[in-house]
């Protein structure tokens, strides 16, 4: 399964917590005065990065403003990539049949 999610909201320190998943999260971060912070590390968010966070990595966005945070994210369920691992998908055809499709709502809306 996969969730792909568009928001736009006007931060508050409560409502991103850190976290984790046991998915894969996909960020891809439009505008905003925002950090990233996964495991400790802290990424300075700038329009169009992507960002993405294995399973089980602490991870929670940062408001440096009370500025609108609009991003696009996707959740990519660990069991696709399983399965694959299961039919002895390499890397690339992981990539490539997985997790490119999971993208394509967000590539449309950056092309």
């Not at 994210?73 to 002895?88: K, P, R, T, Y």
Request: aromatic share 16%; hydrophobic share 40%; glycine share 2%.
């Amino acid at each position: 399964m996969y969730v792909f999610r568009y928001s736009v909201t006007k931060p508050a320190s409560e409502t991103f917590v850190l976290h984790s998943h046991n998915d894969y999260e996909i960020l891809y971060f439009i505008k905003g005065d925002a950090d990233y912070i996964v495991e400790g590390a802290v990424y300075q968010l700038n329009p169009h990065d992507i960002i993405i966070v294995r399973p089980y990595e602490m991870h929670r966005a940062f408001h440096k403003s009370n500025s609108l945070y609009e991003r696009v994210v996707v959740n990519i369920s660990q069991e696709f990539f399983e399965a694959a691992d299961l039919d002895g998908a390499n890397a690339w055809h992981k990539f490539v049949y997985i997790t490119l499709p999971q993208l394509k709502p967000v590539l449309t809306y950056i092309i």
